[in-house]
């Protein structure tokens, strides 16, 4: 039997589905399919440029009479795709590559099933009227450039799970009004959330570790940014929330931080105060400091010049810098510490040089206590008197022990067998 013979005999068994071979193609209710795997009957959504209407995927698709488990949306499945309204991807996908549904121009709604664990770069690129997304729960990383230039967008939310947000992995989603950041993420790329231009509000989780170069740049409308309680301290890169130089244009990159409420401590990857994530904000009137924050680094909130009040939730100074506030916030501003604590702040620096200090704040304990180590049951947290924390302190003395009612006191532990 000669070679051409064979080659017919193969193409029509593969015709008719009696067999076929990886990256083999195939039509099955009117979209196209390739065969991932011939061993373990698997495949992915082929290149579908023309669907059209409400898109089904099936969980299975069929090749004559060999069934292929549905486990991929391949490289440009649905790229440029204009006629498709909506499109329903099944549990059994895993994985969504590049460009798969990127400038899906008719597309209001997408659902990434929580099965889904991998999403490739530009996987969701350039959706124009893409309103509302929802993500999978099985993700763990958003690569670069994911769901980047959807503008119509209007609300992100990071499922718990996610621990990695790369690089521009949202920006200029221009008019998201909501940003909720998964209880989970460690680290945020460069310009991940740049270009959010409607973005009112911020809450950094306290599992945040470190966040990008310009990650929030372009967010004009960012009035108010919470970092959430943590021991830890987060680090940022330069300019995270916009270049520090405020050039007062339409499109300028500054945020417009009015309200400022730091719960943990923070670092930059550079000392230069111009390229600090808080400093250089000129909008910037309430700066509210957390009992968690230790120190505040040179220039935290350099040329802030127009902060009126600066709240310290603290009866212990945190250390600080001459450089942490401008001239002008020392001189105008009204610094509030917690009652019975101003004599303390007025005799140490940098405190010292705000004009203007009250005992304003609602008392914290700072006495020290007498409990049995059963009082250990009703604390949250406890530390060393260096600031580290401990479980179970191994032998008697006086710790900082935080409650669960979010007072801080330093007690003596005792009975400690």
Known sequence: MNKSLLAAIASTCTAFGLFAADGDSFTYQGLNYTVLSEEEKTCEVGVNTDASGDVVIPPAAKNGDTEYKVIALGADAFFANIPMTSISI?????????????????????????????????????????????????????????????????????????????????????????????STVRSIGVMSFAGLGMLTK?????????????????CEKLGEVTLEESDRPISFDTDAFGQTKYLGAADDPVAKIVTLNINRTFTCTSDDATLMPFAHKPSLTAINIGAQVRTLPESAFAACDAVEKVNVSSADCPAAFASTFSDAAYRNAVLAVPRFCDDKYKATAPWSKFSTIEDTLPEVGTGVESIETDGLNAAVEIYDLSGRRVSIPAHPGIYIVRHPDGTVTKTLLNNID
């Open 90 to 182: 099944p549990e059994t996908v895993t994985t969504i590559r590049s460009q798969a549904l990127s400038r899906c121009m008719g597309l209001e709604e997408l659902v990434i099933p929580n099965s889904v664990t991998e999403m490739e770069s530009r996987a969701v690129y350039a959706c124009y009227y893409l309103e509302r997304l929802t993500l999978s729960s099985g993700l763990r990383e958003i690569r670069r450039e994911t769901f980047s230039g959807n503008p119509w967008l209007d609300a992100i939310v990071i499922p718990d799970g996610v621990e990695i947000i790369h690089d521009e992995a949202f920006n200029y989603c221009a008019r998201v009004t909501s940003l909720d950041l998964g």
């Open 202 to 218: 911020l809450t950094i989780p306290s599992s945040v570790e470190s966040i990008g170069r310009e990650a929030f740049s372009y």
